[in-house]
């Protein structure tokens, strides 16, 4: 029987890849976002390219009722959930503390933290109960080190290292693994959102470095799931090759 993966936030970037590449390395995949057409466009895709199973719940994190709601709503068959991928998040303005707009700060708290965490309420006791399971939180470099106006992000990422450690600690009588990931410079949709949908200033964070792509962290994540089961990798630290920290980085003219 097919392993299950949930993996959030996978209409675009590093959740889409790893649920392309979770598919074509075994796992049925359950696939999560609020663009139910990109759920379904992905379903199809996956679905006529390998022979897993994929299920799409079309709901947003930052809303807990629709978390439960959306879990609760799954076939007996699809409620063993081996891996979960915490990795819907966002950043979004890029701005100082003293002008920094309220709606951005609490979008990127109630998705990157609370939503986060209503995930893992909803779905850690089942693995609790079967003794089983392993959950992956995608993290970043800003949850290690801060940088100029990135301020709330930032603080909402060093929120996601502090509870991979502490999910850690409390999974570890059951029998389920907690590791993150955390990625320097993704050119996914990532910047674009942050910019508020301006693709054109999105596309020079990238400008004179070659950055890392989403299936770069997708590949991680599958290698990080399929470790055997007495090894746990607590973090990945994954930079560009241009990247030094956050802060510095090589940048060709
Ligand atoms: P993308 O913008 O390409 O993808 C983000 C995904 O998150 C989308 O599928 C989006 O789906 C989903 N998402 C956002 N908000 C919500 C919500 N409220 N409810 C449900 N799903 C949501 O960005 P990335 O792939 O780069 O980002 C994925 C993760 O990686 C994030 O946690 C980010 O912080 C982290 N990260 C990214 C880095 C980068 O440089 N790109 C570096 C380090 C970490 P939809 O809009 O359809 O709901
Ligand atoms: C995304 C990477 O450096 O833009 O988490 O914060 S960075």
Known sequence: MKKIALVSGATA???????????????NVIITGRRNERLLELKKEIENSTDSKVYTLNFDVRDNKQVCEAIDSLPAEWKNIDVLVNNAGLASGLDPIQSGDIEDWEKMIDTNVKGLLYLTRKVSPMMVERRSGHIVNIDSIA?????????????????????????R??????????????????????STVRFHGDKERADHTYDGLTPLYAEDIADFILYIVTRPAHVCINDMIVMPAAQANSTVNFRKK
């Open 143 to 167: 949850g290690k080190e801060v940088y100029a106006n990135g301020n709330v992000y930032c603080a909402t990422k060093h929120a996601v290292d502090a509870l991979t450690k502490g999910m």
């Open 169 to 190: 600690i409390d999974m570890l009588p059951y029998g389920v693994k907690v590791s993150q990931v955390s990625p320097g410079m993704v050119n996914t949709e990532f």
């Open 13 to 27: 970037g590093i959740g889409k890849a790893t649920a392309e590449i979770l598919a074509k390395n075994g796992y």
